[in-house]
């Protein structure tokens, strides 16, 4: 970890199957509470990976998958997580449903971004000017960037991975799923078999938790959905078919 241009702060920490990338501008606080803020911040993610992967057979979550830990029992965030997963289930029509999934229980699809969103929170209960945080393309910013306008987002060509699809203005956060770089790892919760009707699908909106859920949903169900989505107040999609063909939402703020 350490200071960038301008005592901009970066830092990348492996945690939760993937590197989450930490670019703050300490602003009045300064680069050392920035930089304390960032190693609280990645705590943070590790006891979220604790109490939430399904790969540790002695984690609260995949106890309860089990029936051995009832959710009283469980640390307080997996019924919130849970609680947020209910919220998206029925927002989606259950494009979105870890209760449908094989195995258990399973908010894989929407806890990384609850977790990023948790992560930002501690940056900004520290006060920095302004913060992007990047795990695996669940991305929420904080504040402002160096200059005028919003964050300025690059979403990653789904078959081109040295190019990008498009650039979105954030304000908020963006989540995006896919099959790209995990292979077909999303289960479609209507057959309970590996399902993806998008080459790539982004949500924008103020919650990450919310977006990462919405993401996976649009990712599932494609065009189908799409208008779900779109019709919870805040967020907004863009997806790339499986034929290359576009759709993006009236809410997409896309820059050059």
């Keep these: 970890m350490g200071p960038g241009p301008g005592d901009t702060v970066v830092h990348d920490e492996p945690v939760m199957g993937t590197v989450c990338s930490f670019l703050v ?42 029936g051995e830990l009832a959710l ?9 997580v849970l609680r947020l997963a209910t919220e998206v289930r029925r927002a989606t029509a259950g494009w979105f449903d870890p ?24 940056l900004a209960a520290a006060g920095v000017a302004g913060a992007l945080v990047n795990a695996g393309g669940d991305i929420t910013a ?8 919003p964050w300025r987002i690059g979403i990653r060509h789904p078959w ?30 209507r057959t309970g078999q590996p ?20 993401a996976t ?12 989505v779109e019709a919870v107040d805040g967020y907004a999609c863009y997806l790339v078919r499986p034929d290359g063909t576009e759709r993006m939402g009236s809410g997409i703020d896309v820059r050059s």
Excluded: I, M, N
């Design 25 to 66: 501008r300490p602003g009045a606080a300064g680069p050392a509470a920035a930089r304390a803020a960032v190693t609280e911040a990645c705590a943070l993610l590790h006891r979220a990976d604790a109490t939430f992967s399904t790969w540790v057979d002695d984690s609260p979550l995949s106890r309860h998958r089990r």
């Design 72 to 80: 009283g029992a469980c640390p307080p965030d997996v019924a919130e």
């Design 99 to 122: 209760w449908a999934l094989p195995g258990g229980v399973d908010p894989t699809g929407l806890v990384k971004g609850w977790a990023v969103e948790q992560a930002a929170g501690v």
């Design 142 to 149: 904080v504040g402002a960037p160096d200059g005028d306008g």
């Design 160 to 189: 081109r991975p040295d190019a990008l699809a498009c650039v979105l203005a954030v304000t908020g956060s963006v989540a995006t799923s896919g099959t790209y770089e995990r292979g077909a790892h999303l289960v479609d919760p």
């Design 195 to 214: 399902g993806c009707r998008a080459a790539s699908a982004t949500v924008t909106g103020p919650s990450l938790a919310l977006a990462d859920g919405f």
């Design 217 to 228: 949903a649009l990712a599932v169900g494609g065009d189908d959905a799409f208008e779900l």
